[in-house]
């Protein structure tokens, strides 16, 4: 045992997590899909969501070439998606150490007919389902947590919940910079229940709400002219990020934006 001067001596223990429970939503494709195969193949039993059933199956096949990985059809924006959800966690990993929440939306237009049955969506998806979710698992979460060991909530925000973006898509940004801050309370008050809560704030990386712009080589070029590192994000660098703070090495970080963007919101 180290004394809590001293280092361990093998780095790999430090971002070991292989054996844990995870629980990926919006785990089928691009930010979601990344981060879960990162836990995969690493060792961890990994349940992933999406509203589309098909992409489940699909990605089911594909991870599992790597390892432990089951996927739930469900829509977190319902009641009933919400519960499908937490009792696949329960069913096939009875227990759940790191929570992802990874699942979102976004929906641009101009603010003079921004709908609001739009910005409803992309709030409620987005931030609503955040806390259910978390409230609805965090039972599981507690079981086997320990200070040494806590459980762990990491929520996908974005940079555009810290800079303003030049997309009109005004319930996105607003949406992450409330989970923003939503994180730091939970982390706030679940701190003495042994469970930490961090942000992971991506920059540009492929997805289905980027396509429009990387797909097209001459936009892509633009994205990445933005990006002071010159490219756009992989996904190790998404999957590390959240393999740290799932680890012994973010053991000890709770209430944190972790950016991961190339730097470019710091020069906007």
Not at 29 to 58: H, L, N, W
Request: charged share 20%; net charge negative; glycine share 12%.
């Amino acid at each position: 045992m180290t004394t809590p001067t001293e280092l361990t001596t093998s780095i790999d223990p430090l971002f070991d997590v292989s054996g844990k429970a995870v629980l990926v939503t919006g785990g089928t494709r691009g930010i979601g899909s990344m981060i879960a195969e990162g836990f995969v193949r690493r060792g961890a039993r990994v349940v992933i969501s999406s509203r589309s059933a098909d992409a489940c199956r699909s990605e089911e096949d594909r991870l599992g070439q790597f390892g432990d990985c089951t996927a739930c059809p469900a829509d977190l924006a319902t009641d009933a998606g919400l519960a499908a959800v937490v009792d696949r966690v329960r069913t096939d990993l009875g227990s759940l150490d790191v929570l992802v929440n990874n699942a979102g939306a976004t929906w641009g237009a101009p603010i003079d007919t921004y709908p609001m049955d739009g910005f409803d969506k992309v709030v409620r998806l987005n931030l609503r389902s955040v806390f259910a979710l978390t409230q609805a698992v965090l039972p599981l979460l507690e079981a086997g947590a320990s200070s040494a060991d806590p459980g762990r909530i990491i929520t996908i925000g974005s940079i555009d919940g810290i800079v303003t973006s030049e997309a009109e898509a005004y319930a996105y940004g607003a949406s992450k910079a409330a989970v923003h801050h939503l994180s730091r309370h939970l982390a706030r008050q679940l701190a003495s229940r042994h469970v930490t809560s961090n942000v992971i704030a991506p920059g540009p990386f492929y997805s289905k709400m980027m396509a429009f712009l990387l797909d097209d080589a001459e936009a892509r070029q633009g994205v990445e002219a933005g990006v002071p590192l010159g490219r756009i994000g992989t996904g190790d660098d998404i999957a590390g990020a959240a393999i740290y703070l799932a680890s012994r090495a973010g053991a000890y970080l709770t209430g944190t934006t972790l950016v991961v963007d190339g730097g470019s919101s710091s020069c906007r």
